[in-house]
């Protein structure tokens, strides 16, 4: 719901701030007062095209500011919060435009695009008219409300469901089919590398490592069995080794100790010295024993060293990588060995979606066309209250051209069904029905939306209904027929609504006035609640003139009193 709008500097108007409640408010003034230029402004914050040509002589910027109760509009909370905004229950939207050019759009105090102010606020306030926001001159909006007027949720889940399984299965064939264009080629390529890598043997990771600890003992054998060799004569078989000068050292201390105890830790660590010393000296001669030159295992290891640095430099960094590589070619080769019998298998199972996709399908258009005459009917039942009682509307069902082709069901079917909706109409009697878009008359065209508000209002996620030019060429019982029809929709829904005839105006729960004066030199756009017995002479102006009688007077209280 619409809560409040300010406009500042726009056009004539100089500052204006509307409060609005829930029901029927409607606007009245006289022509030329500035009435649809609130229309205009509001068009502005649902993401119409902005011109600097709107901005009052003498401001710099023209900014509208907008108030969105969303306490009841999830669909657009979820939109806020899709975009990355705090989702609340209020929305002030506000766009400045400037005369520089760079005009600015801001949610809850949030810069954001042109785009995403038309995705969040596009679908909060449905205007009447000839704007871009009527939603009912957007065929795509037709399917959509043919849909909520049949209930086809759960029909509409079906085939998007059927039709999202037949588009991955498609999307899966197709890969099969670039696949298959050059299968030939790369499976050659893979299996070359499958055998040089199947060739290498590679079972361990850590096969690198290890001989490469193993290559350095073979380079240096020699010197560590010389040196292995020397440690051991230092430390016990030499002339004056370690051991045993360690030894006498020890059992000198010892003596000592007896007459001072306090060297008896210094005696047994003598003696664990040499008795240390005697052990490293058995453990590096039984080293030298063991270490020795093998020229033949050496060259082994060089040649499986340079191999793993060959394939590290064509498959991987590490020996772990061309491992998961070679694993991998392995995969794939599988993979295109099977491509014939997967394909098969993703044919069969596409004409098993395919079929159940065409009966869902089918399903839902049945439902639409049971539908689309229900909803003529009842339409048209409102037309005629509204004075268009020879107009005829017809839904036309046509056949996609376009999305999942079903060859065997001679069908074409897209995530919302197998078929384009479009509402037509013809106003007069003789005449063809044709798209909306294509009707002259604009008060044909808002009290059209007016019927079809009257009959889906209860459905219709948009919040607030904007109707202008509604009464475009009607008077007498049938303004009294459109006024009764706007307070109906209005039970439901906020609505607003322009007008000049006062049988209309006299339905309104709450009544503004627009008119515009001469200030200092400037015309300058006024609005004002009307209450009592300003109201009263407002409706008396709109049925007498400028001349009010008491006669007028008191017909404008009847008509206010019901």
Do not use: W
């Not at 500042?8 to 829930?22: C, M, N, S």
């Not at 044909?444 to 009464?471: C, H, N």
Request: aromatic share 4%; with cysteine.
């Amino acid at each position: 719901m619409l809560s409040s709008l300010t406009i500042k500097d726009f056009a004539i108007i100089d500052r204006v701030t509307l409060e609005l409640g829930p029901g029927l408010t409607v606007i009245t003034g006289e022509t030329g007062a500035g009435k649809s230029i609130l229309i205009d402004a509001l068009n502005l914050v649902l993401g119409g095209r902005a011109s600097t040509e709107v901005i009052r002589t003498g401001a710099d910027a023209a900014t509208v500011e907008a108030l969105f109760d969303l306490a009841d509009s999830p669909e657009v909370q979820a939109r806020l919060t899709a975009a990355g905004l705090e989702a609340a229950d209020q929305l002030v939207v506000r766009r400045v435009l400037s005369r520089s050019g760079r005009h600015r759009v801001y949610l809850n105090d949030s810069l954001v695009t042109l785009a995403t102010l038309g995705e969040v606020a596009g679908s909060l306030v449905d205007i009447s008219g000839q704007h871009e926001h009527y939603s009912l001159l957007k065929p795509d909006f037709h399917l959509e409300l043919l849909d909520r007027m049949g209930q086809l949720g759960p029909q509409r889940q079906a085939v998007a469901g059927a039709y999202e399984v037949l588009s991955d299965i498609d999307s899966e064939l197709e890969k099969l089919s670039e696949a298959a264009l050059k299968r030939g080629e790369r499976e050659g390529y893979l299996q070359f590398q499958y055998q040089e890598l199947e060739a290498a043997k590679l079972n361990d990771a850590d096969e690198e490592d290890t001989l490469e600890q193993e290559r350095r003992l073979l380079r240096n054998a020699e010197k560590l069995r010389q040196t292995a060799s020397q440690a051991e004569d230092a430390l016990y078989a030499g002339e004056g080794a370690a051991t045993e000068g360690l030894s006498r050292a020890a059992r000198a201390i010892r003596e000592l100790a007896a007459l001072d105890p306090s060297l008896e830790p210094v005696a047994t660590d003598l003696e664990t010295a040499a008795a240390l010393a005697e052990d490293s000296a058995r453990t590096l001669s039984a080293y030298a024993r063991r270490v020795h030159a093998d020229p033949d295992r050496l060259e082994v290891i060089e040649e499986r060293l340079a191999e793993f640095a060959r394939l590290r430099r064509k498959h991987g960094a590490t020996l772990g990588e061309v491992i998961a590589r070679r694993d991998a070619i392995a995969a794939e080769l599988a993979m295109l060995r099977n491509a014939e019998e997967t394909a098969t298998e993703l044919e069969a199972a596409r004409e098993r979606a395919a079929t159940k996709l065409a009966a869902a399908a089918r399903a839902l258009s049945d439902a639409r066309r049971k539908a689309a005459g229900v909803l003529c009917k009842a339409i048209q039942a409102e037309l005629a209250d509204l004075g268009m009682g020879r107009a005829v509307l017809d839904v036309r069902l046509e056949p996609l051209t376009g999305g999942a082709g079903l060859k065997a069901e001679a069908l074409h079917v897209s995530a919302r069904g197998a078929e384009r909706v479009e509402f037509l109409m013809s106003a007069n009697p003789g005449e063809a029905p044709g798209p909306l878009s294509r009707i002259a008359s604009g008060g044909e065209l808002s009290r059209f939306m007016l019927a079809v508000k009257r009959v889906i209002a209860a459905r219709d996620p948009v919040g607030t209904y904007i109707f202008d030019e509604v009464d475009s060429g009607v008077g007498g019982p049938t303004a009294e027929a459109i006024g009764r029809k706007l307070a109906a929709v209005s039970e439901s829904r906020q609505a607003l609504c322009i007008t000049h005839l006062p049988q209309i105006a006299a339905f309104g729960q709450a009544h503004l006035h627009v008119e515009k004066h001469v200030e200092d030199g400037r015309t300058v756009s006024h609005v004002r609640a009307l209450e009592g017995e300003a109201r009263v002479h407002e409706i008396a102006r709109m049925l007498g003139g400028t001349k009010l009688g008491e006669a007028t007077l008191e017909l404008a209280r009847e008509m206010l009193a019901g």
